[in-house]
């Protein structure tokens, strides 16, 4: 994906939202939401106080259950549930949901899929750690948290004990809650973010080095265009996108 500079780095170091790992998740599918047009309706599903916001650059619905700050001057928050929309359906033209799916116990994943399918209007993007190698890396930084900082950290805690899907999994369930809302869809999906260098961002994240954290914060952003190029497989995460048509 090629990232344009002057657009994607406007005010890097003026907001501390930006994150390299955070980036990472969201980019690619910045990029397809820009194809869009410029005055669509985008609603991000388990966005907390930042989401998809800073990196887009334009008005966003959140929702979340809770919302912590650092807020987004241009994230309206609403706090409901994926598991029941207060929205109609149809309502936005674009629907976000990253690294949110797997924080759900596995008997509600299809509903919150169908959820967000209903309110959908032309495009899902769904982002969703999968597999075996991506829980197993999560048991590991999860274990490096623990021993730093004396304690569990909780979103790891979440998705460990929940379980990470398999893709293909997930693909079926996309098309089978398609098909139940009477929806045609063109399903794509990518790997996202190498799980070498996710490991290495979380693990700098985690970091109580005041220098060290500015430079996995900050620094590194300005790697965003090489790290965003990092194909290599296995990705620790897997991007769906589910074009109504």
Known sequence: MKINIKDNFKGLFFFRGWHPEVALRYLPIVSKILKMGRNISVL???SGGLGIA???????????????PPYHERLMKIKASVLKLPFADSTFDAV???????????????????EMLRVCKKTLFLAV???????????????FYKKKYGKAYH????????????WQDLENQIHISARALNKKIRLESQDNENLRLREFLMKGWMTKN??????FRKVLLLALPIM????????????FTAHII
């Not at 990196?55 to 966003?60: A, G």
């Not at 979103?155 to 929940?162: A, L, P």
Request: aromatic share 10%; proline share 6%; hydrophobic share 35%.
């Open 44 to 46: 991000d599903v388990g």
């Open 96 to 114: 976000v949901s990253v690294d949110m799916l797997e924080h759900l116990e596995q008997k509600d994943r299809s509903r919150a899929i169908s």
């Open 129 to 143: 750690p999968c597999g075996r190698l991506s829980w197993e890396q999560d048991v590991r930084l999860s274990g």
């Open 210 to 215: 005041t220098l060290v954290d500015i430079f």
């Open 54 to 68: 800073p990196y887009l650059r334009r008005p966003v619905t959140g929702l979340d259950l809770k919302f912590k």
């Open 228 to 239: 965003n190029k990092m194909k290599g497989k296995p990705g620790y995460r897997r991007i």
């Open 155 to 166: 979103f790891f805690e979440e998705q460990i004990g929940f379980g990470l899907p398999e």
